[in-house]
């Protein structure tokens, strides 16, 4: 093996860009550890005690001896009388091994094993960075989209996958170019050792993520989101409260000329959001989730609430779908039952 080869090896594994994940002085740890494991298995090698140093981008590799009077083991020690450098007994002596004994194979095997450990240090530190990422938002792009999933790139130019049904307003929603917030649900290993990152738009902290970043007031601590209840892509009733009591949680979350919500309604696809004070009191807290239509009579046995309201209320009170009472109960965790009251 030339010195030509020697640099080409060094150099495709520092210049490769699938490795910009690890730097340099880790990317020289592994190539030495896999030419150790490879060369080891050559006759008699592992005998010897084998060292590799890098200088200037170029592998040196060396046979280290013990300076010894009495030789008892020829692989790794050398006698000190036959010595021609100013050497002292206890000290090592470096025989530098020519690197044209390694032959194309073995050149080929070193690659491989190299690549087999890059690559398996990659996937532990992008294991490890998307577990810290795991339940908040990021914002990543869309570069490519199908029926049913899009093709997303991070920052750091790892693929991944965002799978919907067939959804036409979620196909015209992303745009390729253009970037999102994901939230990262779940990150593992599977049986082959290969990350597996599950990303999601319909989780409730997902909606919870983003109106912490765009509402200092939430990120701070200041406002509480209480409840959320939601049926993605139509409807979110978000529960919210004060720890001040000179900062509306409302007013503040909608924004000078709506601009807070309307950018958390554009990031999600034009989802329809109520926001409602939270209060203590049961029957004001009822009665601000109904949006202050008088109810008439009650009714509460068990997980089930009956309720009676005028005819002309009912329609709006259940909603397009029954969207409304189906996210009321979501958020009082009862089954709701809307009666017209007669007298």
């Not at 150790?36 to 060396?62: A, P, Q, R």
């Not at 046979?63 to 002292?88: A, H, M, R, T, W």
């Not at 398996?120 to 989209?145: E, T």
């Amino acid at each position: 093996m030339k010195n030509k080869n020697n640099d080409k090896l060094i150099n495709y594994f520092i210049k490769n860009k699938n490795f910009y994940f690890i730097n340099k002085k880790s990317i020289f740890k592994i190539i030495k550890k896999s030419i150790l494991k490879i060369i080891n298995k050559i006759k008699n090698f592992y005998k010897y005690n084998i060292n590799i140093k890098f200088k200037k981008n170029k592998i040196k590799i060396y046979k280290k001896f013990l300076i010894v009077k009495k030789i008892n083991n020829s692989y790794k020690e050398i006698n000190y009388y036959k010595l021609k450098k100013n050497k002292n007994i206890g000290e090592y002596f470096k025989k530098k091994i020519k690197l044209n004994i390694f032959n194309r194979k073995i050149i080929f095997l070193i690659k491989k094993k190299i690549n087999k450990n890059i690559k398996k240090k990659i996937n532990k530190i992008k294991y490890l960075f998307y577990k810290k990422k795991k339940n908040k938002n990021i914002y990543i792009k869309v570069i490519n989209k199908f029926n049913n999933y899009i093709i997303l790139k991070d920052k750091y130019d790892n693929e991944l996958f965002y799978y919907f049904k067939n959804n036409k307003n979620y196909k015209k929603f992303f745009k390729i170019g253009n970037f999102y917030y994901f939230l990262v649900k779940k990150v593992f290993l599977n049986k082959k050792n290969k990350i597996i990152i599950i990303l999601t738009r319909n989780n409730n902290l997902f909606i919870k993520n983003l109106f912490k970043k765009n509402i200092p007031e939430i990120y701070e601590g200041i406002i509480v989101i209480n409840k959320i209840a939601r049926i993605p892509g139509l409807k979110s009733k978000i529960v919210l409260s004060s720890k001040d009591n000179n900062i509306d949680p409302i007013g503040t979350c909608i924004g000078i000329n709506k601009i807070r919500i309307l950018n958390i309604i554009k990031e999600l696809n034009n989802e329809k959001i109520e926001l409602i004070n939270y209060s203590k009191n049961k029957i004001i807290f009822l009665k601000k989730l109904f949006n202050n239509f008088k109810i008439k009579k009650q009714k509460i046995l068990n997980n089930k609430i009956y309720l009676y309201f005028k005819k002309k209320y009912i329609s709006k009170i259940i909603g397009k779908n029954g969207i409304n009472i189906k996210l009321i109960s979501f958020l009082l965790k009862k089954k709701i039952f809307i009666f017209e009251y007669k007298k």
